[in-house]
Structures are given as C-alpha cells and as structure tokens.
C-alpha cells in the first residue's frame, strides 16, 4: 500500500519560514493537499492541488510538490500556526494521510 | 455555508458495533465524495473509507473486512458500521465531505469541509 512520510516535528522561531515535507513514490505525479489541526479542533484544509488555498487560507501558506517529495511552506510563521499538520493524497482510489508534523513555533 | 454534525454512541463495548451518523446541513449530498476518518488519542488521522453520493463505496483495506458505509439521501446523512470492535477502535471520529478531479492527468482529492468529530470509547 502507498504510504507517506512526514517529519514528527518542526521547530521555527516567529516572523521565520517553515517547511514540512511530505515523502512518498513518486508523489510528484499526484496532487497532495495539506490539512492544519490545532489541538483539540478538527482538521483544516489549508492547501489543495499541491499550491491552492481554500478561501480564508493567508498566503503565507504555499506548496509544492516534486518527485518523490511535496512541501509545504509558511512563510512569516506566527504563533497561530502551531499546530499538527498532515499531507493527504489518493492512490488506487484510497486515501493515504501521511502521519502527521507538529510545528512548533518558538 | 455545509456543515456536518457527527451523531452516536460514546461508549461502545468489546466485540459489539459502532454506528455513527453524519448529518448534512446547508447543502446537498450529490456530487460529493462522504467520508468517515478517526484519531486514536495522541496518534494520526486514519481514513476509514467513503461513500460517493451515487452509493458506490470504497474502504481502507485495513479496516474492510468490518466497515459498512451507507447513505440516506431523504435524510441527508450518511453512517458509519463498524462490527467487532476492540479496544484499539478508540478514537474521534470524523466526517468529512471530499472532492475529486482530475487535471493534467492527474488525480486530486481533497477533504474542505468536516465535522467536529465524536469521540468512542471500546470498553466493558
């Protein structure tokens, strides 16, 4: 089965840029989108298709995705955006979450 | 603006089923890809499986084997089935509405609109 791999966490100081990488066979020839889970809350869909944002996503928040490797990116860390982040994708009509990034913003 | 509103029982005792309903609010169920996903306490989304509006389904092969989607379209809900359960079936869990496309030959599928989940509990 498709499986994909994410850092356990990510540490950025406020005002810098993160990334989140998300791993898996040939990925690149797959959209990847990205949910945002702050605790205790459900998960949002902050990136879809690799680069787009849903409406009220800040651009901040940006993606790519090539070969084996999609990744998200915020630019301009703020306090707010500490939260667990998982890359999503399809494969064989099934979906595949990848096991989740904490970001830490310190 | 859709909503989705997860409906069941908290606690839920070895070997028996799980159901739980979600209810569609603000918007029609046609078109749309309905989903089930759950978050063991401390751990990662897990996709359950999905039902798309015409009634075709599909699981996650780990979970098949005790999984039933089904849909209710005069009620605008769908639910979730899933027979002997252990305690390792612990877990919020989610609805969500998904989309997919294609473009460029490739297959997008996306989840933009979910339900604050539910939480159950396996025990005696």
């Known amino acids: 089965s498709y499986e994909l791999t994410q850092p356990p966490s990510v540490s950025v100081s406020p005002g810098q840029t993160a990334s989140i990488t998300c791993s898996g066979d040939?990925?690149?020839?797959?959209?990847a989108c990205w949910y945002q889970q702050k605790a205790g809350q459900s998960p949002v869909l902050v990136l879809y298709q690799d680069t787009k944002r849903p409406s009220g996503i800040p651009a901040r928040f940006s993606g790519s995705n090539s070969g084996n490797t999609a990744t998200l990116t915020i630019s301009g860390t703020q306090a707010m955006d500490e939260a667990d982040y998982y890359c999503q994708a399809w494969d064989s009509s099934t979906v595949v979450f990848g096991g989740g990034t904490k970001l830490t913003v310190l | 603006q859709v909503q989705l509103q997860e409906s069941g029982p908290g606690l839920v005792k070895p070997s028996e089923t799980l159901s739980l309903t979600c209810a569609v609010s603000?918007?029609?169920?046609?078109?749309?890809?309905w989903n089930w996903i759950r978050q063991p306490p401390g751990k990662g989304l897990e996709w359950i499986g999905y039902?798309?509006?015409?009634?075709?389904?599909n699981y996650n092969p780990s979970l098949k084997s005790r999984v039933t989607i089904s849909l209710d379209t005069s009620k605008n809900q769908f639910s979730l089935n899933l027979n002997s359960v252990t305690a390792a079936d612990t877990a919020v869990y989610h609805c969500?509405?998904?989309?997919?496309?294609?473009?460029?030959?490739?297959?997008?599928?996306?989840?933009?609109?979910w339900g604050k989940g539910t939480t159950v509990t396996v025990s005696s």
């Open positions: 969500a509405r998904a989309r997919l496309g294609s473009q460029n030959s490739y297959y997008y599928y996306y989840m933009d609109v």
């Open positions: 040939k990925l690149g020839q797959k959209y």
């Open positions: 603000g918007g029609s169920i046609s078109g749309y890809y």
């Open positions: 039902i798309y509006y015409s009634g075709s389904t």
